[in-house]
């Protein structure tokens, strides 16, 4: 519990009062939490609750990691809040995170020669976001999976409230193709059939998922984490998923198709 109390009320019955204003404040977080707010009114003729779900996120304060990391010109405002990434086009090692909007040449390249590369995948015309909430006759399941990349963002295996700024109009990429072995970090089925058809087609859908590519480490996203810079859920899931990606745990166990790759090549 982080606050509690409880106070006497007088309200007429059958109309709306204002009875109370309630400020939340907690301690310091060392790590995001999920909080419930929980109000319950004890009457002579019953006992009545209700309650409301919150996330409260600390303000992110990523490292410099072991590793090197650049951000080319599509992501460059990931230089802003994070200092220590350098601007793209100069020598990084192997090693190094290369993080990017598009697999470009560059990105190839690097991926190619056992580096890593973070793809942040934006929706377009060709690949069109889909809201939080689908439309009646829609069915969009989502499921999270217990993995070091979301250390920082606490869930119950899907995609509760909490990443609704991060999902509502993100485009889920099919992984039909992919090998059967792989599991998205963020992902889930969603139909693809018209409102009125009567056969409901289902496809695998990910948000954030990993694989080897070309000799290197390929992470893919296609959350909306630079977009949203004023909401705190998306600050702590971009630094989770970059102390993620530049970090040693990072080492994916499925092989991404290159036929899968085409689609996101640029020239």
Same mark, same amino acid.
């Given at each position: 519990?982080?606050?509690? $109390?409880?106070?006497?009320?007088? =309200?007429?019955?059958?109309?709306?009062?204002?009875?109370?204003?309630?400020?939340?404040?907690?301690?310091?977080?060392?790590?995001?939490?999920?909080?419930?707010?929980?109000?319950?009114?004890?009457?002579?003729?019953?006992?009545?609750?209700?309650?409301?779900?919150?996330?409260?996120?600390?303000?992110?304060?990523? +490292?410099?990691? =072991?590793?090197?990391?650049?951000?080319?010109?599509?992501?460059?405002?990931?230089?802003?809040?994070?200092?220590?990434?350098?601007?793209?086009?100069?020598?990084?090692?192997?090693?190094?995170? !290369?993080?990017?909007?598009? !697999?470009?040449?560059?990105?190839?390249?690097?991926?190619?020669?056992?580096?890593?590369?973070?793809?942040?995948?934006?929706?377009?015309?060709?690949?069109?976001?889909?809201?939080?909430? #689908?439309?009646?006759? $829609?069915?969009?399941?989502?499921?999270?999976?217990?993995?070091?990349?979301?250390?920082?963002?606490?869930?119950?295996?899907?995609?509760?409230?909490?990443?609704?700024?991060?999902?509502?109009?993100?485009?889920?990429?099919?992984?039909?193709?992919? #090998?059967?072995?792989?599991?998205?970090?963020?992902?889930?089925?969603?139909?693809?059939?018209?409102?009125?058809?009567?056969?409901?087609?289902?496809?695998?859908?990910?948000?954030?998922?990993?694989?080897? =590519?070309?000799?290197?480490?390929?992470?893919?996203?296609?959350?909306?984490?630079?977009?949203?810079?004023?909401?705190?859920? =998306?600050?702590?899931?971009?630094?989770?998923?970059?102390?993620?990606?530049?970090?040693?745990?990072?080492? +994916?166990?499925?092989?991404? #198709?290159?036929?899968?790759?085409?689609?996101?090549?640029?020239?």
């Amino acid at each position: 519990s982080v606050a509690g $109390g409880s106070s006497k009320i007088d =309200a007429e019955l059958g109309t709306v009062s204002k009875i109370a204003e309630l400020s939340l404040r907690t301690a310091p977080l060392s790590a995001a939490k999920k909080l419930q707010l929980v109000l319950r009114l004890e009457t002579p003729s019953g006992t009545f609750e209700n309650r409301w779900d919150f996330w409260a996120f600390p303000e992110p304060a990523t +490292p410099r990691p =072991a590793v090197p990391v650049a951000a080319a010109a599509g992501v460059a405002q990931l230089r802003e809040s994070h200092p220590w990434i350098s601007a793209a086009g100069g020598s990084l090692p192997p090693d190094g995170l !290369l993080i990017t909007d598009s !697999l470009s040449a560059d990105a190839r390249a690097h991926v190619r020669a056992g580096g890593r590369v973070w793809l942040m995948l934006r929706a377009t015309e060709q690949r069109r976001g889909v809201p939080f909430f #689908p439309a009646d006759g $829609g069915a969009f399941g989502t499921l999270v999976r217990d993995h070091p990349a979301l250390s920082g963002m606490p869930h119950a295996d899907y995609c509760d409230l909490q990443f609704y700024n991060l999902i509502n109009g993100a485009y889920p990429l099919p992984i039909d193709g992919w #090998p059967k072995e792989t599991e998205p970090m963020i992902g889930g089925i969603r139909t693809t059939s018209e409102f009125l058809s009567k056969m409901k087609n289902l496809s695998r859908i990910a948000f954030a998922v990993e694989g080897n =590519a070309g000799g290197g480490k390929l992470l893919i996203t296609t959350l909306r984490l630079t977009d949203k810079p004023e909401h705190p859920e =998306a600050r702590a899931m971009l630094d989770s998923l970059l102390r993620y990606a530049a970090g040693g745990a990072f080492n +994916p166990r499925v092989d991404i #198709p290159e036929s899968a790759l085409t689609q996101f090549e640029t020239d």
